[in-house]
């Protein structure tokens, strides 16, 4: 066999396929690299043969990053996640990267006249690539995988750009009878095993390495030895290499049977499929449905205090008798779900004004509705520190927490760190700082079974969240801390209200997207989703607070989500601006059981928006939210809130 080409002065060395594909230290993948070199070409994946070559796209503008070689120096250790040996790349690459990124994705949003069905690849690839570029900038990594990540994200920009080149310039030229044979494109070109497509290629322009028996018919002009890989890409192997098995990628992307691609969506999986942990929901008789007004309300007035008529069953089709507020709650099966008048206020059963928050006119106003939710069966468990612990005199909780954030956001998704929410218990514990770990002590003579259990039980779950946090080490005052670029000390975060609304904001943010992740996971179970499909709605979920990244858009960042802000009033100039994300939550709830039809019904299109209707769905959406929440998790869902931003941003 020889390698020949009618268009090209040099061969590239031929990549041959293996069971066995090797990832490097560059975080690619050496000469089956398919942003970089030449591969064998594939039907349905024409487009590879179309990402542009790294000289000529550079004299064309694009940029440098996409090609630049990654390497350890480049990654720098966070010494506040808390846990060894995890970082992030330096933030000007980041920077460069997501740019680069966002180019891309701007130039195929830019393409015109091409048919939808082809853009549907495209289209799936832009969301593999936000996920992979958020994942980048907002979760620390060991090197290997920050740089195999940042790779990826290089990978699919190039691959997104032979898209583009592809419906630009291939498409017309594979449509036309013309001979483009002398007008070569920019790209890095395929190789070909068939005559009839190593002849197609070289008509359109396309740089062809046609792999051929060496005959005497073979017309040679000159001998050149292969070009080897190791010139652009490195060949010091990863410590882990990566198989290819293709049984275990079914129904994604409308795999055609080519290694290539299924390779790259083995390393979407690897970067993308991150895990929320669950979020156990108190067990409550199942047997009865509900409605509305058949919720956990206040029944000091004698009544439930509100009662709609647009009943909502979940699971069942029984749905409890509606009380009106001329009759007596006790006389209706909603009875046991009333709490007396005389109670304990608690901001998890209660809606209690904060003393630095203005919570959404919408939000605010369904909290308040609510009342007083019944003690729940279970205690209660949050994602983060909920927000309530920081309306507080005990400054050191905002001291420490500023020291323990980055381990609080790492935990949610590291599988490292055990990232199980915690009890409001826990969360006391871990503000307040004390984690040295407790040996247990002897109770007094006398002491029942039971008096035991529970003390053991104390003991175990303070000595958990140690275990935890106990890398920081207990809290000390005199530390001083880093919040973005900025230093806190004690003093500091006791009198500085930026300190304050920044943890706040982040509190409410974090513990707003994951109750939305796990209740829009709870009403629709994606157990059997293809992993496309299942990152398809996470994309959805994610757009509610405006990013479109999937599940690692739940870690905010300050100050460009500050800005993000997406329940105004009607009365806002700005309130079209917030379009977008309340059709998306409402768009989410159509799949919700039990979905109002004012919700179901509303505009398909932002002009058929009027002021009047907006005000009333954000009305409606955040009322059904509450609703379902409470439910589902017998306690009121922490909800967004509009950053001050004329305070000086934190990061």
Not at 136 to 144: D, F, Q, S, V, W
Not at 186 to 200: C, D, K, L, Q, R
Not at 201 to 206: A, C, E, H, K, S
Request: aromatic share 10%; hydrophobic share 45%; with cysteine.
């Amino acid at each position: 066999m020889c390698i020949t080409s009618p268009n090209m002065t040099h061969i590239p060395e031929f990549p041959v396929e293996r069971n066995l594909i090797k990832t490097y230290a560059d975080g690619r993948w050496g000469v089956r690299e398919y942003s970089r070199w030449p591969q064998i070409l594939t039907p349905g994946a024409w487009h590879f043969a179309c990402i542009p070559s790294r000289d000529q796209a550079l004299a064309g503008g694009m940029p440098e990053v996409l090609w630049q070689t990654l390497r350890v120096r480049d990654w720098q250790a966070d010494p506040w996640t808390g846990t060894v040996g995890l970082g992030f790349l330096k933030k000007t690459l980041v920077a460069a990267l997501e740019h680069a990124a966002e180019e891309a994705i701007r130039e195929y949003a830019s393409l015109n006249g091409v048919l939808p069905h082809r853009l549907l690849y495209g289209s799936q690839l832009i969301i593999v690539l936000r996920q992979t570029a958020d994942r980048m900038k907002l979760l620390p990594a060991m090197a290997g995988i920050a740089i195999a990540v940042a790779a990826h994200v290089q990978r699919l920009s190039l691959e997104l750009h032979g898209l583009c080149t592809y419906f630009r310039d291939f498409l017309p030229r594979l449509e036309s009878t013309e001979d483009f044979r002398y007008r070569i494109l920019p790209v890095i070109g395929a190789f070909v095993n068939e005559g009839n497509a190593a002849s197609t290629l070289f008509r359109l322009g396309v740089p062809v390495f046609f792999l051929q028996p060496l005959t005497r018919l073979v017309e040679v002009w000159h001998v050149v030895p292969a070009t080897r890989a190791y010139q652009q890409l490195s060949e010091e192997p990863s410590t882990v290499p990566i198989f290819q098995r293709p049984q275990d990628l079914p129904g994604l992307m409308n795999l055609t049977g080519n290694w290539t691609t299924m390779m790259m969506v083995a390393i979407s999986k690897e970067v993308c499929s991150l895990a929320l942990p669950d979020l156990p929901a108190p067990q409550a008789d199942s047997s009865v449905c509900w409605s509305p007004s058949a919720l956990p309300y206040d029944g000091s007035t004698g009544a439930v205090k509100r009662a709609r008529t647009d009943a909502i069953a979940l699971g069942s089709d029984k749905v409890l008798d509606l009380p009106t507020k001329s009759r007596p709650v006790g006389e209706t099966p909603v009875s046991t779900l009333v709490v007396p008048a005389a109670r304990v206020q608690h901001p998890s059963r209660e809606y209690i004004e904060s003393p630095f928050v203005v919570l959404p006119t919408p939000w605010a106003w369904s909290l308040r509705e609510t009342g007083v939710v019944r003690q729940p069966p279970a205690r209660l468990l949050y994602f983060y520190p909920p927000p309530f612990l920081l309306d507080t005199k005990v400054h050191w909780y905002l001291h420490n927490l500023v020291r323990l954030r980055s381990l609080c956001r790492l935990r949610l998704f590291e599988p490292m760190v055990d990232g199980r929410p915690l009890t409001l218990a826990d969360w006391c514990a871990a503000l307040w700082g004390d984690y040295e770990v407790k040996s247990l002590l002897k109770l007094k003579r006398g002491a029942s079974a039971a008096e035991e259990r529970q003390v053991k039980r104390r003991y175990e779950e303070k000595n958990y969240v140690s275990s935890v946090f106990e890398s920081f080490g207990s809290y000390d005052e005199d530390l001083v801390v880093s919040l973005g670029d900025k230093q806190v000390t004690a003093a500091a975060a006791a009198s500085g209200l930026w300190v304050r609304m920044m943890l706040l904001w982040e509190a409410h943010e974090i513990n707003f997207r994951c109750e939305l992740i796990t209740l829009d996971r709870t009403l629709v179970p994606r157990d059997g989703w293809p992993v496309l499909q299942r990152w398809e709605r996470e994309v959805k979920v994610s757009s509610v607070w405006g990013n479109s990244s999937g599940m690692i858009g739940i870690l905010p960042s300050i100050p460009e989500d500050a800005d993000n802000f997406y329940w105004r009033t009607s009365t806002d100039p700005k309130w079209r601006q917030s379009l977008p994300a309340v059709r998306a939550l409402a768009g989410l709830m159509t799949r919700w059981p039990g979905c109002p039809a004012i919700i179901r019904n509303l505009p398909h299109t932002d002009e058929d928006w009027s002021s009047d209707v907006f005000d009333l769905a954000q009305i409606e959406v955040a009322r059904f939210y509450v609703d379902v929440f409470i439910v589902r998790f017998h306690c009121l869902p922490i909800v967004p809130f509009r950053y001050p931003l004329d305070l000086p941003p934190a990061m």
